[in-house]
């Protein structure tokens, strides 16, 4: 999952040891979340959106750029 937790802490001027302590992680899981992609909770991914004033999905954004499913033989494409 790609995000844009780095691109808002450089708005902020804030770096990952202040983000961490902010959403109760440790700077690691922040580094974590930036450089591999790894997925973090609800809960912590709410609370980062959270410190930025953002929504969710603001700050991660997923690897798919479309997804198709089938409802009742009807195709839709979000």
Do not use: W
């Amino acid at each position: 999952m790609k995000n844009r937790v780095r691109e808002f802490r450089a708005k902020t001027n804030m770096n990952q040891s202040e983000l961490a302590k902010k959403v109760e992680v440790t700077r690691q899981t922040i580094s974590n979340i930036e450089h591999h992609g790894s997925v973090p909770s609800l809960v912590v991914a709410q609370r980062i959106a959270a410190t930025f004033g953002v929504s969710v999905d603001d700050i991660f954004l997923s690897d798919l750029s479309y997804v198709s499913y089938k409802n009742n033989k009807k195709e839709v494409t979000v």
